[in-house]
């Protein structure tokens, strides 16, 4: 008999099935109520005893293996679909590809580089971890000028020469260094700032650096290059210009564009005024010309920088600027059709 159960685990060993129903069947033969397991148990009584030992042994083994083998073939089979084509439901809708939808900010950024292009202005970027010197001494901060303070800046580790550029003008200082006039560029890029983060500001944003110089370029070009965007842009024609000041640009001054008070949000954005500041501009500082290699005496040229969080919170009515870098699906979803 004990022999006759060595064949059977040899036979269980080996055996191999093609679906559920023959394992359901191995199953049944070997382990089931009226199976050969039973059997064997139930004539382990009849046993001499100096055999019930190994006879006990080769049972539990049989056991073992039978049950072993249902296992493994029933895991292999869910794992392995056996459904032939037959039994293919061709007709079953096919899982939805979704469709990602392009971010606001590059949404803006695309159409802010499009105009610009079409009057002759290439793109350039610039790293955003930056050095003292193309965010600063270039651009004519002296190293006691406030803008500098530790509140503004983010320093990398302990070097305060290496630092998270706080705006895009950076990016003027190295085309400059690299470029000789004719120059007409925009650089788009992020920025840095240690400011608490709230619905209207946020430690980091985007900008775009607009740069134009040549022989003969005068503060009427400057005008005339922000009213044709803005008007691209916004629609909106009127823009004023309010005398400002900035280290880098003499003369500065601040670009308003005129929204309107049309509807109640019109007063709410302009705050009752109309106006919307988007930027600021100048003429570059001669000085800043002469640092980046440039000769001051033939070139002359103008600077400005847009935010363009600001510019993308206006045109799509966003109103919380953190919505921007939260990455919250429903959020970007919306803008599928802006592409
Ligand atoms: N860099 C300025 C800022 O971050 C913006 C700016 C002002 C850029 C005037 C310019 C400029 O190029 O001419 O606030």
Same mark, same amino acid.
């Given at each position: 008999?004990?022999?006759?159960?060595?064949?059977?685990?040899?036979?269980?060993?080996?055996?191999?099935?093609?679906?559920?129903?023959?394992?359901?069947?191995? &199953?049944?033969?070997?382990?089931?109520?009226?199976?050969? +397991?039973?059997?064997?148990?139930?004539?382990?009584?009849?046993?001499?005893?100096?055999?019930?030992?190994?006879?006990?042994?080769?049972?539990?083994?049989?056991?073992?293996?039978?049950?072993?083998?249902?296992?493994?073939?029933?895991?292999?089979?869910?794992?392995?679909?056996?459904?032939?084509?037959?039994?293919?439901?061709?007709?079953?809708?096919?899982?939805?590809?979704?469709?990602?939808?392009?971010?606001?900010?590059?949404?803006?950024?695309?159409?802010?580089?499009?105009?610009?292009?079409?009057?002759?202005?290439?793109?350039?970027?610039?790293?955003?971890?930056?050095?003292?010197?193309?965010?600063?001494?270039? +651009?004519?901060?002296?190293?006691?000028?406030?803008?500098?303070?530790?509140?503004?800046?983010?320093?990398?580790?302990?070097?305060?020469?290496?630092?998270? &550029?706080?705006?895009?003008?950076?990016?003027?200082?190295?085309?400059?260094?690299?470029?000789?006039?004719?120059?007409?560029?925009?650089?788009?890029?992020?920025?840095?700032?240690?400011?608490?983060?709230?619905?209207?500001?946020?430690?980091?944003?985007?900008?775009?650096?607009?740069?134009?110089?040549?022989?003969?370029?005068?503060?009427?070009? +400057?005008?005339?290059?922000?009213?044709?965007?803005?008007?691209?842009?916004?629609?909106?024609?009127?823009?004023?210009?309010?005398?400002?000041?900035?280290?880098?640009?003499?003369?500065?001054?601040?670009?308003?564009?005129?929204?309107?008070?049309?509807?109640?949000?019109?007063?709410?954005?302009?705050?009752?005024?109309?106006?919307?500041?988007?930027?600021?501009?100048?003429?570059?500082?001669?000085?800043?010309?002469?640092?980046?290699?440039?000769?001051?005496?033939?070139?002359?040229?103008?600077?400005?920088?847009?935010?363009?969080?600001?510019?993308?919170?206006?045109?799509?009515?966003?109103?919380?600027?953190?919505?921007?870098?939260?990455?919250?699906? &429903?959020?970007?979803?919306?803008?599928?059709?802006?592409?």
């Amino acid at each position: 008999m004990i022999d006759k159960i060595k064949e059977l685990i040899a036979e269980a060993e080996s055996f191999k099935a093609q679906s559920k129903e023959e394992v359901e069947a191995f &199953r049944i033969k070997y382990l089931g109520k009226k199976g050969l +397991l039973n059997d064997y148990f139930a004539e382990f009584k009849n046993v001499a005893n100096e055999q019930k030992k190994e006879f006990g042994q080769v049972i539990n083994q049989l056991k073992n293996t039978a049950q072993n083998k249902v296992n493994t073939l029933k895991e292999e089979l869910e794992n392995t679909s056996t459904d032939s084509l037959g039994n293919l439901d061709l007709s079953r809708p096919g899982e939805p590809i979704t469709l990602g939808a392009r971010h606001p900010i590059s949404i803006v950024k695309n159409d802010i580089i499009d105009i610009f292009s079409r009057i002759g202005f290439n793109v350039s970027e610039g790293p955003e971890i930056e050095d003292d010197w193309h965010n600063f001494t270039a +651009l004519n901060l002296p190293e006691y000028h406030p803008a500098r303070d530790m509140q503004d800046t983010f320093f990398i580790q302990t070097n305060p020469d290496i630092l998270l &550029r706080t705006h895009t003008s950076s990016v003027q200082v190295r085309y400059m260094e690299n470029n000789q006039p004719p120059i007409r560029t925009i650089s788009p890029g992020r920025v840095y700032r240690n400011e608490a983060i709230s619905a209207r500001s946020h430690c980091f944003f985007h900008q775009l650096e607009g740069l134009y110089i040549d022989k003969d370029v005068s503060f009427a070009d +400057l005008k005339q290059t922000l009213q044709y965007f803005t008007t691209e842009l916004f629609g909106k024609a009127k823009i004023r210009l309010r005398p400002s000041y900035f280290p880098f640009t003499e003369p500065s001054a601040e670009v308003d564009v005129y929204w309107g008070l049309e509807t109640e949000t019109d007063y709410k954005i302009t705050k009752g005024t109309g106006w919307l500041e988007i930027g600021g501009c100048g003429m570059v500082d001669p000085n800043v010309l002469t640092n980046c290699g440039i000769d001051a005496n033939e070139y002359s040229g103008f600077a400005f920088g847009v935010g363009i969080d600001r510019i993308a919170m206006l045109l799509h009515q966003i109103s919380d600027i953190r919505l921007l870098s939260e990455n919250d699906i &429903r959020f970007l979803d919306q803008f599928k059709s802006a592409l």
